[in-house]
Nanobody, 125 residues
Framework: QVQLVESGGGSVQAGGSLRLSCVAS?????????MVWFRQAPGKEREGVAA????????YYADSVKGRFTITPDSDKNTVYLQMNSLMPEDTAMYYC?????????????????WGQGIQVTVSS
């Protein structure tokens, strides 16, 4: 069983920045080699935002966040970060950290084997 704990959410004005962190429990590398951030806004479907191999070899982004968000793994700390810059009100959502079954790594919502509890990000205009 892998546990994922997110932190770093909160409220910010449009144009501001936030950095989310997700810490995975020890042993997570036995079940995954990819960590992903998803988000879900009220009344909308959940969407993949960014994904990275734990090694950092490749990263993937949704078109809506390219150039503004950066996903970075730190395998020494069992952590993945999501740096969010130039935030817009439409980025307001609950953000979830997740892992994918070994062999899959992108922002699609499939092959997910573990989820975090989620953390709120609110961007005001």
């Amino acid at each position: 069983q892998v546990q994922l704990v997110e932190s770093g959410g909160g409220s910010v004005q449009a144009g501001g920045s936030l950095r989310l962190s997700c810490v995975a429990s020890n042993g997570y590398r036995r079940v995954t080699n990819c960590m992903v951030w998803f988000r879900q806004a009220p009344g909308k479907e959940r969407e993949g935002v960014a994904a990275t191999y734990i090694t950092g070899a490749s990263t993937y982004y949704a078109d809506s966040v390219k150039g503004r968000f950066t996903i970075t793994p730190d395998s020494d700390k069992n952590t993945v970060y999501l740096q969010m810059n130039s935030l817009m009100p439409e980025d307001t959502a609950m953000y979830y950290c997740a892992t994918k079954t070994i062999g899959w790594c992108d922002v699609g919502e499939y092959a997910v084997n573990y989820w975090g509890q989620g953390i709120q990000v609110t961007v005001s205009s």
